[in-house]
């Protein structure tokens, strides 16, 4: 008995070492079998995924309530007071920079 313990023991601790390799190996088998759901709650999930990416084209809120709608004005006004924009000005715009190359002659000798 002790014998086919120690036989059973030593096969599953073998395995256990094997298993990353072996998992390694076959996730690039799966992964395109994976494309595909075979679970329809997983299938749902995908399709809810592809429904949102096709309203949030645009770069604006996916319907949105008179709530949050009134909570981001309010956020944008409080950031373009923060930082002092003006009324109607656009916050995505940066103001134009402009870098000057300074002149290194006086300071590198050749």
């Given at each position: 008995?002790?014998?086919?313990?120690?036989?059973?023991?030593?096969?599953?601790?073998?395995?256990?070492?094997?298993?990353p390799a072996i998992?390694?190996?076959?996730?690039?088998?799966?992964v395109p079998a994976a494309q595909k759901a075979a679970d329809p709650i997983q299938q749902l999930f995908v399709d809810?995924?592809?429904?949102?990416?096709?309203?949030?084209?645009?770069g604006k809120l996916v319907e949105p309530t008179q709530d949050?709608?009134?909570?981001?004005?309010?956020?944008?006004?409080?950031?373009?007071?923060m930082y002092g924009f003006k009324q109607g000005q656009n916050l995505t715009d940066l103001p134009p920079m402009k870098f000057d190359n300074p002149d290194l002659k006086p300071i590198v000798p050749l």
């Amino acid at each position: 008995m002790q014998q086919l313990l120690q036989m059973v023991l030593s096969q599953v601790l073998v395995s256990a070492r094997q298993a990353p390799a072996i998992l390694r190996r076959n996730f690039g088998i799966c992964v395109p079998a994976a494309q595909k759901a075979a679970d329809p709650i997983q299938q749902l999930f995908v399709d809810k995924i592809r429904e949102y990416k096709q309203k949030s084209s645009g770069g604006k809120l996916v319907e949105p309530t008179q709530d949050i709608q009134k909570e981001l004005a309010a956020e944008l006004e409080r950031v373009s007071k923060m930082y002092g924009f003006k009324q109607g000005q656009n916050l995505t715009d940066l103001p134009p920079m402009k870098f000057d190359n300074p002149d290194l002659k006086p300071i590198v000798p050749l």
